[in-house]
């Protein structure tokens, strides 16, 4: 089991930042790939950023690519993603996850692929 507990989110005006955390206990960290998802009232739970393992390969969304960071620190078994130049439309809950398989370099897109869940932070950008 893995359990995963985001921060970090709040209300910030158009062109601000966040970072959110996602701190992670349970199964060992250091060996799972994390995604960060969000969700927007009446869409789709959608994938905005993923990481494996080892750090060594990331995805992005076309929609944040440029804007956000995703990163890891696996000594605090936390995983961070950096919003820069927030826009209206990045307003959602975000969720961090982590898939069952260890050591992979695989590239999880699809929210089926993820077997643990935080609880969601929400993110509210202003215009």
């Known amino acids: 089991q893995v359990q995963l507990v985001e921060s970090g989110g709040g209300l910030v005006q158009a062109g601000g930042s966040l970072r959110l955390s996602c701190t992670a206990s349970?199964?060992?960290?250091?060996?799972?790939?994390m995604g960060w998802f969000r969700q927007a009232p009446g869409k789709e739970r959608e994938c905005v950023t993923t990481?494996?393992?080892?750090?060594?390969?990331?995805y992005y969304a076309d929609s944040v690519k440029g804007r956000f960071t995703i990163s890891r620190d696996n000594s605090k078994n936390t995983v961070y993603l950096q919003m820069n130049s927030l826009k209206p439309e990045d307003t959602a809950v975000y969720y961090c996850?982590?898939?069952?398989?260890?050591?992979?370099?695989?590239?999880?897109?699809?929210?089926?692929?993820?077997?643990?869940w935080g609880q969601g932070t929400q993110v509210t950008v202003s215009s």
């Open positions: 990481i494996t393992w080892s750090g060594g390969r990331t």
């Open positions: 349970g199964r060992t960290f250091s060996r799972l790939a």
């Open positions: 996850a982590a898939p069952f398989a260890a050591y992979s370099q695989t590239i999880y897109k699809d929210a089926h692929d993820y077997n643990y």
